[in-house]
């Protein structure tokens, strides 16, 4: 597509995931992503509710959606996009790719996923026209290694990121026990979780 006189096409990451509840793990991932790939903003992207995940009942979109947009608002380059929710049903990656490619016809993309999602992406639903839409980044995270076999090449790229071995599930129980979330969650987060009594019944 042409793009006018003293345009650039204006780089974009995109972190999709649960965000049951959106963690500093997350936040400093894609924070390291920005800075290392220069990219112009990341765009949170949470999924619509699968009615189960892993056997759990899944925390609704719109509160997902909420922290999401809380824990993001005081960085300038992060926003939150409803794609996903708004699509509904189960989220696949490749969907989310060509919703936003309609919205951004003229950004290149770098789709962040962590180690342990990565592990298992030759299997994400459409991988090859997922690759052509967008260039992956493969971030560390404590606990799981960052797949051997999946090279650093013109679709792919793995990066170290300061490692914070913080997971969702973890935040979960520890609010369901009543232990404290703070410097896990961003502030507005924890009162977030207080406010709505959020994970009290796991
Ligand atoms: P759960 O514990 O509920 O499975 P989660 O902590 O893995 O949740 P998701 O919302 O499923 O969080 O993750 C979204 C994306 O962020 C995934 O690509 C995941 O690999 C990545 N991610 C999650 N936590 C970290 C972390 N501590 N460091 C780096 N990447 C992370």
Redesign the pocket.
């Known amino acids: 597509m042409a793009v006018g006189p003293g345009t650039k096409s204006k780089r974009i990451g995109i ?6 509840p959106i ?1 500093n ?2 936040l400093v ?1 894609a924070s390291e992503v920005q800075d290392v790939f220069n990219l112009d903003e990341v765009i949170f992207v949470p999924t619509a509710t699968q009615p189960f995940k892993k056997g759990r009942r899944v925390t609704p979109p719109e509160h997902r959606y909420l922290m999401t947009v809380i824990a993001t608002s005081e960085n300038p380059r992060f926003t939150v996009s409803r794609v996903d929710i708004d699509r509904g049903g189960t989220t696949y990656t490749i969907d989310t790719l060509r919703d936003l490619r309609e919205e951004r016809p003229d950004a290149e993309f770098f789709f962040i ?5 990565l592990a298992k992406i030759m299997q994400w639903k459409d991988h090859e026209e997922m690759f052509k839409l967008a260039h992956f980044v493969g ?1 560390s ?2 606990g799981h290694e960052l797949p051997e076999g999946v090279a650093n090449d013109n679709v792919m790229s793995l990066l170290e ?1 300061p490692a ?6 973890d935040v979960r129980q520890r609010a369901s026990k009543g232990a404290p979330i703070w410097y896990l969650v961003p502030d507005g987060v924890v009162r977030y979780v207080d406010k709505y009594d959020l994970y009290q019944d796991l």
Do not use: K
């Not at 996923?113 to 999602?117: L, V, W």
């Not at 914070?164 to 599930?169: E, G, K, P, R, V």
């Open positions: 972190m999709g995931g649960t965000f049951d963690h793990g997350h991932a996923t962590g180690a342990d999602a971030v995270r404590p990121v914070l071995a913080i997971s969702s599930t």
